[in-house]
Structures are given as C-alpha cells and as structure tokens.
C-alpha cells in the first residue's frame, strides 16, 4: 500500500494527521523551532526511553522498545509496552520475547500536553499496535496515551475505523514524502499552537492567493 521505497517514522503520522503542512516542514524540508512545550516534550519522552524495566507478578513494562513495520514502511520506538499476563498455563504467544503463558500487549504513549479533539495522536499510537502485531503475530485490542500536563491516562480501543484511518494516513504521508512538495498554509485554529508558526508564517502566505497558487505549484506544471 506504500509508495516510498524508504521506511518513515512513526512520528511523523502524528505530525502529517495534524498538518500535512507542518508534517512536510519537519520531514521533509527539516525545519524545527524549539518551544517550551516540544523542549518539555522531548525532555520527557528522554526520560522515559531511558530503558528502564519494570517486573511485577503478572505484569510487566518495558520501556524504548524499536517497532517496524514493512508493510507498512514505518518505524520507530515506543515509550512503554505494558504486558499483562492473562494465563500462566497456556503456550507462549510471545516466544520472540521468550515469556511464558499467554499475554495481553498494551502500547502507551506519552504526550506532554493534553487530549486533543482530533486524532492525530490516537493515528500515532494505533500505528505502534500495528507494528508490533505485524513483528510479534499477535492481536492487540487496547493502547493508551499519557498525558503528562493532566497527568491522565486514556484508554484507546483500536478499532477497524481506527486501524482504517491509521492506514489512510500513512499512505499519505508516503505521497507527500515521495511528491517533495510542501503544501501552501491554511491558517486556521491548529495554527495557534503550532511551534513552527513563525517559519511557516500561516498568516502573511495565505493571504495573497495568486502568490500562493505560484509559489506551491511545481515549476513543470506552470
């Protein structure tokens, strides 16, 4: 279902779900303005990829765990693989892992801020699910965000309508990869918080259409 011959990240879902426009800055003309909120975020995210291993009976975490998926040409790290034992006795359905019993997987990932209304941080997490279902042979019903600044968990059913748009998404960001192009703004409400407002300048780009229309159109189709 992919176009681009490379892997991307799974990072870059999250980005592309939000803004196809920031999404391309990022990735692919690698533009980054550090704000306070993405400092907060990456110093966070650092902390929890550090590699630490939690046992308890039953249960375990694990956290900077690497996923891919070639299908679906993504890669990337989650922050914590929560691992729930639901029968002792029954045959390994993670052997790669070298665990006993049957397990239930739940990928959590960490955000800084809180829940948004749209889905764009759901379409990253259902990402990390269908990489490791694809790696380890498995199904995984439940995933979860974290968000740091409410300091609440939300539970996310990864759902066929999920899993669809997941895919949907990803097949996008390919073709924005593979075209080059950096769409032209939109300048609506996403842009407020957005930290590469000043680069992207939403509010001077989009207001003068013909400028716009020539300056986002590739130079053969002029």
């Known amino acids: ?11 870059a879902l999250q980005h592309m779900a939000y803004c196809p426009r920031q999404c391309a800055l990022i990735h ?11 400092a907060l975020g990456r110093l966070e995210h650092e902390r929890v990829h550090a590699g630490y291993k939690e046992f308890r009976r039953g249960r375990r975490q694990i956290t900077g765990l690497r996923v891919v998926s ?7 790290q989650l922050d914590v693989l929560e691992m729930a034992q639901t029968d002792a006795d029954a045959p390994s359905n993670l052997p790669g892992l070298k ?5 239930c997987l739940y990928p959590v990932e960490f955000k800084h801020g809180q829940p948004k209304t749209n889905s764009c941080d759901r ?3 259902c990402a ?13 019903e439940q995933a979860a965000l974290f968000y740091q600044r409410i300091r609440r968990r939300e539970d996310v059913a990864l759902s066929a309508a999920l899993r ?31 930290s590469l407002k000043a680069l992207c300048m939403p509010g001077a780009l989009s207001r003068n ?14």
């Open 70 to 76: 070639k299908t679906l040409g993504l890669h990337g």
């Open 123 to 125: 379409i990253q997490l």
């Open 164 to 194: 669809d748009q997941t895919r949907e998404t990803t097949h996008a960001l390919h073709k924005l990869m593979d075209s080059g192009v950096t769409p032209p703004p939109v300048n609506d409400k996403r842009c407020k918080a957005c």
């Open 1 to 11: 279902m992919t176009t681009s011959q490379d892997s991307l990240p799974i990072s």
């Open 209 to 222: 259409t013909r400028y716009q229309q020539r300056l986002f159109t590739p130079q053969e189709a002029l």
């Open 128 to 140: 990390q699910a269908l990489c490791l279902e694809e790696m380890l042979e498995i199904h995984i």
């Open 28 to 38: 692919l003309e690698r533009q980054w303005e550090e704000s306070m909120h993405t």
């Open 99 to 103: 665990l006993k019993g049957h397990w």
